[in-house]
């Protein structure tokens, strides 16, 4: 069973598909840790991200794997762990940009269909309904307010010991939202198949249980 579950930056995504992932047994794969580590990688070689044709090159370095660590879903990049580096600001800035990039996408969208084979799989990010998994057997498109999705952010930022204040937070989900939704492949955009879920006003746990029915009645 795949489910796939799209949304812009804050949605709460991370979470919710992470409490999903453990009650219903489903291998959770965050996509958007694997293009961070793209940006990361990049950063860590001195390429910019305009640097297109380098950042392609340096595809072939890179081996992205995702791990359990103490019950926690982590991300490693050439055999290392950089879950908590990916989410620093310098990835952020640059990762929308660096996702932008057809080769990378190509070469993501193999690795999660890869890593998705013979098992059940709940993945996120923001073209697994649209492009990585058009036949998935269940779609959420799960959306809250900007204003509601940054606050959560500077929760999730200050959890990690990662301090950037409310309003900067706010500036780069807006920019990031918009180059996510202008990209010429892997467009932030909710398949026609997909449910809608408003999670502005309601809880992790309001929002897990939701979509827990959803994959159940499937
Ligand atoms: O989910 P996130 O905010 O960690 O994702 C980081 C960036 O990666 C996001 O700005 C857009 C990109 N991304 C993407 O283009 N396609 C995906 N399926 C997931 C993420």
Redo the contacts with the bound molecule.
């Keep these: 069973m795949i489910v796939a579950i799209d949304g812009p930056?804050g949605s709460g995504?991370?979470t919710v598909t992470e409490i999903i992932s453990k009650k219903l047994n489903l291998t959770n794969i965050?996509?958007?840790?694997a293009?961070?580590c793209v940006a990361l990688f990049a950063i860590e070689n001195n390429v910019n991200e305009n640097e297109t044709e380098k950042i392609i090159k340096l595809l072939d370095e890179i081996q992205i794997e995702f791990k359990k660590e103490q019950d926690k879903d982590v991300v490693f990049l050439n055999g290392k762990n950089v879950d908590k580096r990916i989410r620093q600001k310098d990835v952020t800035n640059i990762?929308?940009k660096v996702?932008a990039i057809k080769e990378v996408r190509f070469k993501l969208n193999e690795l999660f269909r890869k890593i998705s084979e013979n098992k059940n799989v709940i993945m996120e990010?923001?073209?697994?309904g649209t492009c990585?998994f058009p036949n998935a057997d269940v779609k959420i498109y799960l959306d809250a307010s900007l204003e509601e999705r940054a606050k959560r952010r500077v929760k999730q930022n200050e959890e990690l010991g990662i301090d950037i204040p409310y309003e900067e937070v706010l500036e780069s989900i807006r920019k990031?939202d918009e180059q996510?939704k202008t990209?010429e492949v892997?467009a932030l955009i909710q398949a026609d198949d997909a449910i809608y879920i408003d999670s502005s006003n309601l809880s992790i746990e309001e929002v897990s249980d939701k979509i827990i029915q959803i994959i159940e009645n499937k």
Excluded: H, P, W
């Design positions: 930056a995504k991370g965050s996509t958007g840790d293009y961070r990762v929308s996702s990010g923001r073209d697994i990585v990031r996510d990209k892997g």
